[in-house]
Protein backbone atom coordinates (compact mmCIF):
# COMPACT_ATOMS: atom_id res chain seq x y z
CA UNK A 1 0.00 0.00 0.00
CA UNK A 2 1.23 3.72 -0.88
CA UNK A 3 0.53 6.48 0.73
CA UNK A 4 2.18 10.02 -0.58
CA UNK A 5 3.39 12.14 1.91
CA UNK A 6 3.67 16.06 1.57
CA UNK A 7 4.88 17.98 4.57
CA UNK A 8 2.98 16.17 7.27
CA UNK A 9 -0.47 17.27 6.24
CA UNK A 10 -3.45 16.93 4.61
CA UNK A 11 -4.16 15.79 0.89
CA UNK A 12 -6.63 19.03 0.85
CA UNK A 13 -3.62 21.26 1.91
CA UNK A 14 -0.33 19.80 0.59
CA UNK A 15 1.60 21.72 -1.60
CA UNK A 16 3.94 19.28 -2.89
CA UNK A 17 5.17 15.64 -2.56
CA UNK A 18 8.27 14.53 -1.21
CA UNK A 19 8.19 11.09 -0.61
CA UNK A 20 5.37 8.39 0.00
CA UNK A 21 4.96 5.96 2.84
CA UNK A 22 4.70 2.26 1.42
CA UNK A 23 5.60 -1.14 3.15
CA UNK A 24 7.83 -2.07 0.07
CA UNK A 25 11.76 -0.82 -0.69
CA UNK A 26 10.87 1.45 -3.39
CA UNK A 27 12.31 4.37 -3.90
CA UNK A 28 12.95 6.92 -6.79
CA UNK A 29 15.96 8.34 -8.51
CA UNK A 30 15.54 12.55 -9.69
CA UNK A 31 17.49 14.35 -11.93
CA UNK A 32 17.36 17.82 -11.76
CA UNK A 33 18.46 20.54 -14.78
CA UNK A 34 19.06 18.83 -17.58
CA UNK A 35 18.96 17.46 -20.57
CA UNK A 36 22.91 18.00 -20.83
CA UNK A 37 24.80 16.73 -24.01
CA UNK A 38 27.26 14.80 -22.26
CA UNK A 39 26.16 13.83 -18.90
CA UNK A 40 22.51 12.56 -19.34
CA UNK A 41 24.08 10.04 -21.94
CA UNK A 42 26.66 8.97 -19.70
CA UNK A 43 23.30 8.91 -16.84
CA UNK A 44 21.26 7.01 -19.25
CA UNK A 45 24.03 4.26 -19.58
CA UNK A 46 24.57 3.80 -16.38
CA UNK A 47 20.71 3.63 -15.53
CA UNK A 48 20.35 0.81 -18.12
CA UNK A 49 23.34 -1.09 -17.27
CA UNK A 50 21.43 -1.56 -13.60
CA UNK A 51 17.66 -1.45 -15.42
CA UNK A 52 16.87 1.57 -12.94
CA UNK A 53 14.01 3.83 -14.05
CA UNK A 54 14.42 7.42 -13.01
CA UNK A 55 12.63 10.64 -13.26
CA UNK A 56 14.26 13.39 -15.26
CA UNK A 57 12.97 16.91 -14.20
CA UNK A 58 13.93 19.18 -16.93
CA UNK A 59 14.79 22.76 -17.97
CA UNK A 60 13.27 23.90 -21.17
CA UNK A 61 15.69 26.22 -22.86
CA UNK A 62 17.87 22.93 -22.26
CA UNK A 63 15.34 20.23 -24.18
CA UNK A 64 15.51 22.95 -27.14
CA UNK A 65 19.30 23.23 -27.24
CA UNK A 66 20.15 19.36 -26.74
CA UNK A 67 16.59 17.65 -27.85
CA UNK A 68 18.83 14.68 -28.57
CA UNK A 69 19.51 13.90 -24.96
CA UNK A 70 15.88 14.89 -24.61
CA UNK A 71 14.63 12.27 -26.62
CA UNK A 72 17.18 9.61 -25.62
CA UNK A 73 15.86 10.05 -21.94
CA UNK A 74 12.60 9.42 -23.15
CA UNK A 75 13.58 6.00 -25.69
CA UNK A 76 15.09 4.70 -22.64
CA UNK A 77 11.69 4.55 -20.91
CA UNK A 78 12.59 7.45 -18.30
CA UNK A 79 9.76 9.65 -17.08
CA UNK A 80 10.25 13.37 -17.63
CA UNK A 81 9.37 16.46 -15.26
CA UNK A 82 8.42 19.89 -16.31
CA UNK A 83 11.32 22.04 -14.59
CA UNK A 84 10.61 25.59 -15.68
CA UNK A 85 11.82 26.90 -19.05
CA UNK A 86 14.62 29.13 -18.26
CA UNK A 87 14.98 28.16 -14.34
CA UNK A 88 14.61 31.11 -12.40
CA UNK A 89 14.63 32.10 -8.75
CA UNK A 90 10.59 31.82 -8.03
CA UNK A 91 10.47 34.28 -6.02
CA UNK A 92 11.06 36.57 -8.47
CA UNK A 93 8.07 35.44 -10.73
CA UNK A 94 4.63 36.61 -10.26
CA UNK A 95 2.09 34.16 -11.79
CA UNK A 96 1.46 35.48 -15.21
CA UNK A 97 5.24 34.69 -15.78
CA UNK A 98 5.39 31.35 -13.90
CA UNK A 99 2.56 29.95 -15.73
CA UNK A 100 4.71 31.07 -19.48
CA UNK A 101 7.59 29.54 -18.29
CA UNK A 102 5.86 26.53 -17.16
CA UNK A 103 4.14 26.74 -21.03
CA UNK A 104 7.15 27.12 -22.20
CA UNK A 105 8.96 24.25 -21.26
CA UNK A 106 5.84 22.52 -21.75
CA UNK A 107 5.75 23.38 -25.53
CA UNK A 108 9.28 22.75 -25.96
CA UNK A 109 8.96 19.01 -24.55
CA UNK A 110 5.32 18.59 -26.95
CA UNK A 111 6.89 20.13 -30.29
CA UNK A 112 10.60 18.39 -29.64
CA UNK A 113 9.67 15.27 -28.10
CA UNK A 114 6.00 14.59 -28.83
CA UNK A 115 5.99 14.30 -24.50
CA UNK A 116 3.47 16.26 -22.56
CA UNK A 117 4.49 16.52 -19.09
CA UNK A 118 1.89 15.73 -15.33
CA UNK A 119 5.04 16.44 -12.90
CA UNK A 120 5.96 19.84 -11.88
CA UNK A 121 9.17 20.66 -9.73
CA UNK A 122 9.76 24.17 -9.10
CA UNK A 123 13.38 25.57 -9.28
CA UNK A 124 15.20 25.02 -6.05
CA UNK A 125 11.88 23.56 -4.64
CA UNK A 126 10.80 27.47 -3.73
CA UNK A 127 6.57 26.55 -3.55
CA UNK A 128 5.31 30.31 -3.50
CA UNK A 129 1.57 30.77 -4.06
CA UNK A 130 2.27 31.62 -7.28
CA UNK A 131 3.58 27.52 -7.96
CA UNK A 132 0.74 26.03 -6.33
CA UNK A 133 -1.80 28.12 -8.46
CA UNK A 134 0.03 27.90 -11.56
CA UNK A 135 0.47 23.98 -10.74
CA UNK A 136 -3.32 23.43 -10.41
CA UNK A 137 -4.10 25.16 -13.25
CA UNK A 138 -1.60 23.07 -15.50
CA UNK A 139 -2.98 19.99 -14.03
CA UNK A 140 0.49 19.33 -12.82
CA UNK A 141 1.39 17.45 -9.18
CA UNK A 142 3.86 19.14 -7.53
CA UNK A 143 6.89 17.31 -6.83
CA UNK A 144 9.73 17.83 -4.01
CA UNK A 145 12.22 15.68 -2.52
CA UNK A 146 12.83 13.80 1.09
CA UNK A 147 16.84 13.35 0.34
CA UNK A 148 19.12 15.71 -1.23
CA UNK A 149 22.28 14.36 -2.06
CA UNK A 150 24.13 17.23 -2.93
CA UNK A 151 25.61 16.34 -5.75
CA UNK A 152 25.51 19.91 -7.26
CA UNK A 153 27.57 21.43 -4.76
CA UNK A 154 30.32 18.29 -4.17
CA UNK A 155 33.38 17.66 -5.44
CA UNK A 156 33.82 14.26 -3.28
CA UNK A 157 32.02 11.44 -5.21
CA UNK A 158 32.15 9.58 -1.41
CA UNK A 159 30.44 12.18 0.38
CA UNK A 160 27.30 12.03 -2.15
CA UNK A 161 27.83 8.22 -1.72
CA UNK A 162 27.64 8.37 2.36
CA UNK A 163 24.74 10.61 1.93
CA UNK A 164 22.75 8.64 0.45
CA UNK A 165 23.71 5.46 2.31
CA UNK A 166 23.30 6.57 5.54
CA UNK A 167 19.66 8.46 5.28
CA UNK A 168 17.78 6.82 2.82
CA UNK A 169 14.18 4.96 3.61
CA UNK A 170 11.90 3.41 1.54
CA UNK A 171 9.25 5.68 0.12
CA UNK A 172 12.31 8.55 -0.33
CA UNK A 173 12.54 10.56 -3.93
CA UNK A 174 16.13 10.99 -4.01
CA UNK A 175 17.43 14.69 -5.75
CA UNK A 176 20.39 14.23 -8.56
CA UNK A 177 21.70 16.48 -11.31
CA UNK A 178 22.30 15.66 -14.55
CA UNK A 179 23.32 19.50 -15.39
CA UNK A 180 25.97 20.81 -13.17
CA UNK A 181 28.35 23.79 -13.62
CA UNK A 182 31.48 22.54 -12.15
CA UNK A 183 32.41 18.72 -13.14
CA UNK A 184 30.18 16.40 -12.18
CA UNK A 185 30.69 13.61 -9.34
CA UNK A 186 27.14 12.03 -10.24
CA UNK A 187 28.02 9.50 -12.33
CA UNK A 188 30.97 8.39 -10.37
CA UNK A 189 28.00 8.40 -7.37
CA UNK A 190 25.73 6.01 -9.34
CA UNK A 191 28.10 3.49 -10.22
CA UNK A 192 28.55 2.99 -6.49
CA UNK A 193 24.69 3.50 -5.00
CA UNK A 194 23.40 1.73 -7.79
CA UNK A 195 24.97 -1.94 -6.91
CA UNK A 196 24.81 -1.63 -3.10
CA UNK A 197 20.96 -0.08 -2.76
CA UNK A 198 19.69 -3.31 -5.09
CA UNK A 199 21.66 -5.37 -2.78
CA UNK A 200 20.19 -3.45 0.14
CA UNK A 201 17.12 -4.76 -1.35
CA UNK A 202 15.94 -1.29 -2.71
CA UNK A 203 13.14 -1.26 -5.87
CA UNK A 204 13.87 1.95 -8.00
CA UNK A 205 10.75 3.19 -9.36
CA UNK A 206 9.40 6.66 -11.31
CA UNK A 207 7.89 9.13 -8.83
CA UNK A 208 4.88 8.53 -10.75
CA UNK A 209 4.75 4.91 -9.99
CA UNK A 210 6.43 5.71 -6.47
CA UNK A 211 2.95 8.00 -5.62
CA UNK A 212 0.65 5.87 -7.60
CA UNK A 213 -0.04 8.14 -10.20
CA UNK A 214 0.06 5.28 -12.59
Known amino acids: MIQSVAFGVSAEEQPGYRSAQTDSMQIALTFDDGPHPRLTPQILEILERYHVPATFFMVGKNVINYPDAARAVLR ?13 HMNILNEEGLSDELGRCEDALEELCEYR ?7 EGAVTQYVRHCSDAGDYELILWSLDTRD ?13 LSQIQPGDIVLMHDYIGVKSKTPEALEILLPELLRRGYEFVTVSQLLGFQ
Open 76 to 88: AGHEIGNHTFSHY
Open 117 to 123: PHLFRPP
Open 152 to 164: WESKNTDSIVRTV
